[in-house]
């Protein structure tokens, strides 16, 4: 039997991975915890528990109490709140890892860890379009340097100590559950919640900035499919290239148009730019296709409906 630790559970990915796990191994063995209070669909429907990742002994006892076989270790500061306290954004996401690995190296039962990366990791250095795996990686953000460090010691327990870690970079992500938290593609959340509630947007990015997305079924999908993956064909241990969709502001805006016509979008970019303009257009995902099936279902026109549905139902 399973039993599952989710770290993050709160936060945009977590909120609905823990539901998913849950669906899958039984709301008793997935066990959501976070350092704040977490949404009643969280928990209503199986155990939650206030726990910081960085309380390292606190977290060893809890991981031992309740005998954890696997744990997804999704708590980290995102790219555009890491660059106002970098310091602070590297010793949390740093650590936070650090001590997850130590764990699963000393306590026997944990068989696997998922551990997220980004796109952040790449730089303006990089190959921008279709960007493949193995490539230039040269950040130069506060949140693309950590997780770049933290996919090479992923790589170093799995190499060093056999410790089963698994990751994917994800793209922006998009989901109507869970509002935006900080990240540099946050505006793709916003701008959704913006058209119904005030028929605007100021967006902090130019309207021609492309960025690879995703819609948050394919990335959950995503999450569990790479998990559920025999070890023998995970061939990657920093971490794997995936892929749903790339536009820009200027294409989301006349996609909400068609159901919100009366939208209006102007731009104001900010510091988050020089952010979006070292990351990638598009990203090259034939490897994860390759050894573990990786694949998409939502394009633009299809998240865009679910996500004007979905808000409207929930904003009234």
């Known amino acids: 039997m399973e039993r599952i630790l989710v770290i993050g559970c709160s936060g945009q990915i ?3 991975l823990t539901l998913q796990l849950r669906n899958m191994y039984g709301n008793e063995n997935v066990f959501a915890t976070d350092i704040r209070q977490a949404a009643k669909d969280i928990t209503d429907t199986g155990p939650f528990y206030i726990l910081d990742v960085m309380d390292e002994k606190r977290l060893i006892h809890f991981v031992i109490r309740h005998k954890i076989t696997q744990i997804y270790h999704l708590a980290a500061v995102l790219s555009g709140n890491a660059e106002k306290i970098p310091l602070q954004a590297w010793d949390i996401n740093m650590q936070s890892l650090m001590n997850i690995l130590e764990l699963a190296r000393e306590v026997e039962d944990i068989r696997k860890i998922f551990w997220p990366s980004s796109i952040a ?3 303006p250095t990089t190959p921008r379009v279709n960007t493949p795996q193995i490539t230039v990686m040269e950040p130069n953000t506060v949140y693309g340097i950590s997780k770049l460090a933290g ?4 790589e170093y327990y799995f190499n060093k100590y056999k410790v089963d870690v698994r ?11 869970t509002e935006a938290g900080g990240g540099t593609t946050d ?5 959704y919640y913006e058209a119904i509630r005030k028929r605007k947007y100021q967006c902090f990015l130019s309207p021609e900035t492309t960025l690879p997305m995703m819609f948050m079924p394919d990335a959950i999908k995503a999450t569990i499919d790479l998990m559920e993956a025999e070890a023998s064909d995970i061939k990657v241990r920093s971490s794997y290239n995936i892929s749903g969709m790339s536009f820009c502001p200027k294409e989301i805006a006349t996609e909400i148009k068609r159901h919100v016509p009366d939208f209006e ?3 104001k970019p900010d510091f988050r730019q020089a952010i979006a303009d070292s990351w990638p257009q598009s990203i090259n995902a034939d ?14 026109g299809k998240m865009s409906s679910v996500m004007i549905r979905e808000i409207r139902k929930k904003l009234a």
């Open 151 to 154: 996919e090479r010691w992923c």
């Open 167 to 177: 990751s994917i970079r994800y793209p922006g992500l998009i989901s109507y559950k």
């Open 121 to 123: 990791v790449f730089g």
């Open 287 to 300: 490897v994860a296709v390759r050894d573990w099936n990786f694949s998409c279902e939502y394009d633009l």
């Open 265 to 267: 979008i102007n731009y």
């Open 14 to 16: 977590g909120s609905e």
């Open 187 to 191: 505006y793709a959340v916003e701008i």
